[in-house]
């Protein structure tokens, strides 16, 4: 670090050499976890050759934290110097901040931003799920259901995320009927766990508690050798030796929990909730919308 500040500060350097050092120097930075000084540092390499490199440094920078305001002007500059797309990466900022002020209660600027989000990636799954869950804490479960209607429709391979809330919200707002119809077609074509679980809860609900509902997970064995599947059937069945039920359900629900993980594609990092930026690598929408037991 001392010999890149002392080269910077001699009078005969080359500009060439000026930038090479002036990147090194803000590399030093970066190591040493001098993030404040890296920031000055990085933001000198404007209309340099490292310009590019600079500025996905300063993004990780920003969003290691979690200061979205200056992520989304980063990776602006970099969606408008043809380093890839960003759209989605600002969705996820401004989701973030929307979360932010949804703790603080200002739930109006929430739904600006969840808006503004959907316009600025529209085939993006999370901001319509987070608008919908934000429409739904405000009794609006009509339009929360409306909402992922139109997530369904625009990013179909979210679908197991957003299964259960569709359910939710359809019995809350009188739409059990079409959830189930528009669920039932979907797992025909894509059959998953998460969907799965919404259909037997929905048609719970619409027929009743009847035992047939449960003959879902019987079909899905048909289809796929789930354990997951096979451990939710037995929880509801009456065994022969009924009074070992309990012991043989918590072995077959202790083997079946890690296979409802769900695992980072990038780094293998596995957690019981979905994540939208990886806890482990940090890296966005590495998380498929599906357990580990269906990868
Ligand atoms: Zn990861």
Not at 110 to 132: M, N, V
Not at 154 to 179: Q, T
Not at 236 to 248: D, N, Y
Request: proline share 5%; charged share 25%.
């Amino acid at each position: 670090m001392r010999v890149h500040e002392h080269l910077l500060s001699r009078g005969d350097l080359s500009l060439a050499d000026r930038q090479r050092a002036q990147h090194a120097l803000a590399l030093d930075y970066l190591k040493a976890g001098l993030l404040d000084h890296a920031e000055a540092a990085l933001l000198k390499l404007e209309d340099t050759p490292f310009e590019g490199q600079a500025r996905l440094a300063l993004l990780a920078n920003y969003e290691r934290s979690r200061d979205w305001t200056h992520a989304a002007l980063i990776a602006q500059k970099l969606e408008h110097s043809n380093q890839g797309s960003f759209r989605g990466r600002l969705a996820h900022y401004l989701c973030e901040q929307a979360a932010a002020f949804i703790t603080h209660q200002e739930l109006e600027q929430a739904r600006f931003l969840l808006q503004e989000a959907i316009k600025t990636a529209p085939a993006a799954a999370r901001p319509r799920i987070d608008l919908a869950r934000l429409l739904a804490s405000q009794g609006k479960t009509e339009d929360a259901y409306h909402e992922l209607e139109e997530a369904l429709a625009s990013s179909p391979a979210a679908i197991p995320l957003m299964a259960g809330p569709l359910a939710e919200f359809a019995v809350a707002c009188g739409r059990s009927h079409d959830a189930l119809e528009l669920l039932k077609t979907n797992y025909e074509l894509f059959p998953s766990l998460d969907v799965l679980d919404a259909i037997v809860a929905l048609e719970a609900t619409v027929e009743g508690p009847s035992p047939t509902a449960r003959d879902w997970y019987v079909r899905h064995l048909e289809r796929e050798p789930s354990l997951v599947a096979a451990a939710k059937w037995i929880a509801g069945e009456k065994l022969e030796h009924e009074q070992f039920h309990p012991q043989v359900q918590r072995a077959l629900d202790h083997a079946v929990k890690p296979l409802t993980r769900y695992r980072c594609a990038a780094c293998g990092f596995e957690a019981k909730q979905h994540f939208w930026q990886c806890p482990g690598c940090q890296a966005w929408d590495s998380y498929p919308a599906r357990r580990v037991e269906e990868l």
